[in-house]
């Protein structure tokens, strides 16, 4: 399976660099600097996503709510950072750290309550986080009343606007995160226990593997890389925003399955996920610079989503 894995990277790094030599041909501003650091910190932002949704359908579920979480993550912890004396909670602003900290105990408890009701009650992941989806976003409504939180401190927006020896925090913000869930995926028990939990769930319980602490604990995962998601977001625009992450689902399950990412669960790498999410950041930027209307763009990447899994249906008919 590492050598497959492999083989899909190298396709996927393949396809990614036509891409970029092409828009590039077409469009000199594609390849400057600026735009390529434009494009990989919002990229940080998706693959952050693209990342929560991987690691759930790796044991056969998924999150439809990764889009309400980065709304709701990202509008309580702005609310712990605003200089706003309306928009922000009593004492605020508080250190960026515990602004930062709060909105990942509220992905943290979105991805909790997801997981238990998947595992304790037996109902299916895509029901529970189609209403988590509606439940984290209605309560991002109620805790500002719809409005946004602006006015945030240069200590939080830091994390979505600074820079380290010129390199966009963000990017380093994505570079950290892909190497610790690459470790943790590839080299650790927890992570063959997460592969073996998607590829084989019943021999998984009987080789001792606690199947329901797997799953509970990838929903976990998934709001925490949501709500990250979330706070970047929030930094980078100076703002927590009601109508944040919405749509971005879609585009966060097509990077995951343009990255050779199984929905039948088992099959999959942080690598591919990375490369998924860059080749639909190049698309989204080149389709823009190409002139191409949004909506034509929303077409493109289903018939994208419906021929990826099309392809991984008959590699898995191949593989019976």
Known sequence: MTALLKSREL???L???IAVAAIGAYDSVFVQWQNISDMLTETSVLFMMALAQMVVILTRGIDLSVGSVVALAGIVGASFATTSPVAGVSGTPYPALVAIAVGLV????????SGIVVTRFRVPSFVVTLGMLSSARGLAMLYTGGKPVPSLTPEFRWMGTGHVLGVPAPILVLLVVFAVSWWVLSKTRYGRHVYAVGGNPRAANTSGIRVSRIRLSVFMI?????????LL??????????QAGVSYELDAI??????????SGGTGSVTGTLFGTLIIAVMNNGLDLLGVDSNYQQIIKGLIIVL??????SRQKEAE
């Not at 977001?233 to 009601?242: I, K, P, V, Y």
């Not at 097509?254 to 929905?263: K, N, P």
């Not at 990826?308 to 249906?313: G, N, W």
Request: neutral net charge; glycine residues 16%; proline residues 0%.
């Open 254 to 263: 097509a990077a995951v399955v343009i990255g050779g990412t199984s929905l």
């Open 106 to 113: 509220i992905g943290l408890l979105c991805g909790t309550v």
């Open 11 to 13: 396709i996927l790094a």
């Open 15 to 17: 396809i990614l660099a």
């Open 233 to 242: 977001l929030a930094a980078r625009t100076g703002s927590g925003l009601t």
């Open 308 to 313: 990826a899994v099309m392809i991984d249906s």
């Open 222 to 230: 998934s709001g925490v890389t949501a709500a990250l998601a979330g």
